[in-house]
């Protein structure tokens, strides 16, 4: 599957950032000093796993804010799968330049490229069903965008990027507004017809409450297991998207999708992906 990339220009600042705590006030000072000014290289970002590729476009624009000259090539997009030893970009120009990039290039490809390949793993496991698993704002502080993206890449969807993209009523909304029908019946009167609404629920009792009231699209069903999971989706019966949440592991996902929830959301996406082994040769 190909994917459209974001405009490198809202991507830039994050990266930027990232260089510029690298690289401190004075630069790579070890490069400068070992490094014979003019030299050249070709370098190679590598796989030593096999892996769902996320972040090469990443860490192409790393590279290049250290020096628009270098010549970047990639050879594995993102959402790709790749293989043990697999190269993945080359990078061909001022050597200082390249090691001055590398790190920061390599931190978030590595990252990116865990997190894509634990989705890949994840929705590989609801095969067969309409079940789609999405991530969570679980994510790294300002690095949110692009570890949805890297869901993205693994085959997953995104949930909220912030918390003004749609209306989410949890379970402290619930107790601090009085109830299921009090926080619907303001929402009702107060948000727009353009927004999303989604409310979260523990019981059945609850999303029985819920039906009855109405004012949502989305019902998210809250650490409930398969057999309330089932009742659920037959109680609701089409009349709102179903969000399964809380406790989805890789062993539990498949079952979990079987229950017939439209969606299955899990924060381990993003906060618990291992980082995949990438490295750069020279």
């Known amino acids: 599957m190909s994917f459209a990339s974001v405009p490198d220009l809202i991507l830039e600042p994050m990266i930027r950032n990232a260089l510029m705590e690298d690289l401190g006030s004075y630069g790579d000072v070890t490069t400068r000093a070992v490094i014979p000014a003019g030299t050249t290289y070709e370098a190679r970002i590598n796989a030593r796993e096999d892996a769902v590729v996320s972040g090469m476009q990443v860490a192409r624009i790393a590279f290049a804010l250290v020096d628009a000259s270098l010549e970047i090539e990639t050879l594995v997009a993102d959402g790709q799968p790749c293989r043990k030893g697999d ?16 790190r920061v290039a390599l ?65 402290n909304h619930i ?11 303001a929402t009702k009167a107060q948000a727009s017809h353009m927004m999303a609404v989604e409310i979260e629920v523990d019981t059945l009792e609850q999303l029985a409450e819920v039906l009855e009231v109405g004012g949502a699209t989305t019902v998210l069903l809250d650490n409930m297991d398969n057999d309330q999971l089932r009742q659920a989706v037959a109680m609701v019966d089409g009349r709102m998207v179903t969000e399964a949440s809380g406790n989805v592991t890789l062993e539990r996902i498949a079952s979990i999708s079987a229950t017939g929830v439209d969606y299955i959301s899990s924060g381990a996406l993003t906060h618990s992906a291992r980082t995949v082994d990438l490295g750069l040769d020279f």
């Open 87 to 102: 190269t993945l970009m080359v990078i061909k120009g001022a050597a200082a330049s390249i090691l001055s990039g590398e």
């Open 175 to 185: 107790a601090a507004a009085g109830g299921v029908r009090q926080v619907l019946e």
């Open 107 to 171: 931190n978030f490809a590595g990252r990116l490229t865990g997190i894509a390949s634990k989705t890949a793993g994840f929705v590989a496991q609801t095969k067969g069903t309409k079940a789609r698993v999405t991530c969570t704002r679980k994510t790294t502080p300002g690095l949110r965008l692009v570890e949805k993206l890297a869901v993205l890449h693994g085959g997953g969807f995104n949930h909220r990027y912030s918390l003004s993209d749609a209306i989410l009523i949890k379970d």
